[in-house]
């Protein structure tokens, strides 16, 4: 999953990445901010449901789908949103506790 955020980071996200963890007593959160243009609306809401289509000059939008998925598996969350001044910060939330699969 890091991989694919860490691809599509490098590919379109200006060539550079601040990254910073965080803990809380429920979740561990993760956060990796790219510098590149930034994304649309409706882009952005794609994204966050993991239904994000095929594009021009890009790829098929499958990994962000892994990626969900991945993260739904784990009792996590994927959450992207804009950056202050453009690019995009994805937020990726792991649950303290393990879910019950891999108890």
Excluded: W
Excluded at 61 to 88: D, E, S, T, V, Y
Excluded at 95 to 101: D, L, N, R
């Amino acid at each position: 999953m890091f991989r694919i955020l860490f691809d599509n980071i490098r590919r379109y996200g200006g060539g550079r990445m601040d990254m910073g963890v965080t803990d809380d007593a429920d979740y561990t959160e993760v956060r990796l901010r790219d510098y590149g243009l930034g994304v649309s609306a409706a882009t952005l809401a794609a994204m966050n449901e993991g239904t994000l289509p095929r594009q021009t000059g890009h790829g098929s939008g499958i990994g962000l789908r892994i990626c969900h998925r991945i993260m739904a598996l784990h009792g996590g969350h994927l959450h992207f949103r804009k950056g202050g001044a453009g690019g995009l910060i994805a937020i990726l939330r792991f649950p303290v506790s393990a879910p019950e699969q891999f108890l």
